[in-house]
């Protein structure tokens, strides 16, 4: 009987069964948390790798969130980097430009000196921008936006005919238009031509932009450079004190402040806001040099002498960023 038993149920066919049975309590007990195994975590660097190959394939679609996430996680800098690069790329085949700047932002964020980085942020918001500006050439042709950015074009191309038409034509759809007689002004005195009238022209222009627009602190500023220039001191100085009041961080205005009370012999008043433009623009070289000036004036020699010594340092290592303004002999004393 025995043997029979041990013919019909064999002992190596109910340790199978037996394995079997454990291996379902097993598993239940896991489903109920009452047995843990070790989680496989996965790996940033793997995740990036992968979303990367997406990349290079032109698997943009797919690519494009798979490195969103990756970008969130990973450590190590080249492959970041990799990642953020790639991440431009695909977001802008795909027209995804949210994305494309979130890429560019972290990229400049994490390598603000990189010049690879920085060229691909200069070609991405060009690209940017021609394609906004092609989308509202699509949409609103005869918009005064349109009719502007179209003389901003001709204008950087140095067709000034073309680009005034254009000005004017904006201006006669939409006389009150802000910004626009400011557009005009500055292109009449930027012609390399300019003619005998394109100050006084100019002039009128910045005048009717501030009629439509008291707050431009550009128009201002124009307005005190061209009296400067005539040497209309108390004009100037009225201009470039409500460019500085309409712009607190507006350095040339308070330079052309300074620099016009310095040539009105107003030596005390000149120092303050010539004080603020060398914070303001700290390379600037003639913001110290009238600086400098003011303070002798004044008879502030000690603090003068640290400033012309600036200067000095400044102009001989060529880092002088812009002309040089003097309203002063170059002898201070």
Sequence with gaps: MGQMFANICPFSMFRQRYS??????????????????????????LNAQRAIKLAQNG??????????????????????????????RCAMLTNQTDAAVDFLRGLNHEFPSDPEVLALSVHTFSDLSTRAAQQLAMTAPNSAEAHKLNAE????????????????????????????????????????????????????????????????????????ELAREDSQWPEA??????????????????????????????????????????????????AHYNLATALTRAGRKEEADKEFEIHRRMTQKGDAGQEQQTAEPQNPN
Excluded: M
């Design 59 to 88: 698997r943009c679609e797919e690519a494009v969130p798979a490195l969103k996430r990756a970008s969130q996680r990973i450590v190590d800098k080249t492959v970041k980097r990799t990642a953020g690069f790639a991440g431009v």
């Design 237 to 286: 100085i009225k201009h470039f004190s409500r460019a500085t009041e309409l712009d607190a961080g507006f350095g040339d205005a308070f330079l052309g402040l300074g620099t016009a009370l310095l040539s009105a012999k107003q030596f005390s008043e000149a120092i303050p806001p010539l004080q603020t433009a060398v914070k303001l623009e700290p390379r600037n070289p003639g």
């Design 153 to 224: 074009a001709l204008e950087a191309q140095g067709k000034w005919e073309e680009a005034e038409k254009e000005y004017k034509s904006v201006l006669q759809k939409n006389p009150q238009l802000p910004g626009i007689h400011f557009l005009l002004g500055r292109l009449l005195l930027s012609k390399p031509d300019p003619g005998p009238t394109a100050a006084e022209d100019a002039k009128k222009e910045f005048q009717q932009e501030l009629e439509i627009d008291p707050s431009n602190a550009g128009a201002e500023y124009v307005l005190g």
């Design 20 to 45: 079997v049975l454990v291996l379902a309590f097993v598993a239940l007990a896991e489903a109920f948390g009452q047995t843990t195994r070790p989680v496989p975590v996965s790996d940033p660097a």
